[in-house]
């Protein structure tokens, strides 16, 4: 019977643990990478959050005939952030506004610029909608409202939406000859997650 050595004991020992760390890190990996900012924002127990008002106010023009070639204009970057326009709509007799956030995380945490505060409360998360915006057509101005919002349900960010055209404004359009709006975003706010 051949003896087998302690070095070659040792040696497989340390493979076989190596093996699992390098497998458990690919899992975590794996799963950040699916999951993104939601799995850290979700993590109370190893991340910090806190979130940070923006300041200035951020504007895009968006086409009213040509819905689609407002896709991809970006209202906000930061280099590492940004907020930009997922869709417009024409539904209902009003135009839909779409905004989505983009924002960035790893191991250490995560970052996301955006309309919505996604704080946390004694019951669970909140997403609370604080951006405020205008909307300039033809030489007047006047407050739009909120058409929607979502939780993290990006892997990297979230997204956020306003009616175009309130009622009370008493807006006329006239395409044939002005087809700009301008929308102006206010009080976006920075979430933060940060490693303990």
Same mark, same amino acid.
């Given at each position: 019977? !051949? ?5 070659? =004991? ?7 643990? =190596? ?8 899992? /975590? ?11 850290? $924002? ?13 300041? &200035? ?16 204009? =970006? ?6 952030? /940004?907020? *930009? =326009? ?13 905004? !989505? ?6 191991? &250490? ?5 955006? $309309?919505?505060?996604?704080? !946390? ?8 909608? !604080? $951006? ?21 349900? *990006? ?5 956020? &939406? ?35």
């Amino acid at each position: 019977m !051949r003896r087998i050595s302690m070095d070659r =004991v040792i040696a497989g020992l340390l493979i076989v643990i =190596v093996g699992i760390v390098v497998l458990f890190w690919i899992g /975590q990996m794996a799963s950040l990478w699916i999951t993104g900012i939601s799995k850290i $924002a979700d993590d109370v127990e190893d991340y910090y959050y806190t979130s940070i008002p923006v300041d &200035g106010e951020y504007s895009v023009e968006i086409n009213l005939t040509d819905l689609e070639s407002n896709e991809g204009k =970006v209202l906000f970057d930061d280099g590492e952030n /940004q907020i *930009y =326009v997922r869709e417009v709509l024409f539904r209902n007799e009003n135009y839909e506004l779409y905004f !989505r956030s983009s924002g960035k995380f790893d191991f &250490g945490g995560a970052s996301l610029v955006s $309309a919505i505060e996604h704080t !946390r409360s004694e019951f669970g998360f909140t997403d609370y909608m !604080r $951006a405020e915006a205008e909307g300039t057509y033809n030489g007047k101005t006047f407050k739009i409202w909120t058409a929607g919002s979502s939780g993290l349900n *990006y892997r990297d960010g979230d997204s956020f &939406g306003f009616y175009l055209i309130p009622e009370e404004a008493e807006i006329e359009l006239h395409l044939e000859k002005e087809s700009v709006m301008t929308v102006t975003v206010s009080n976006l706010y920075t979430n933060l997650w940060v490693k303990k």
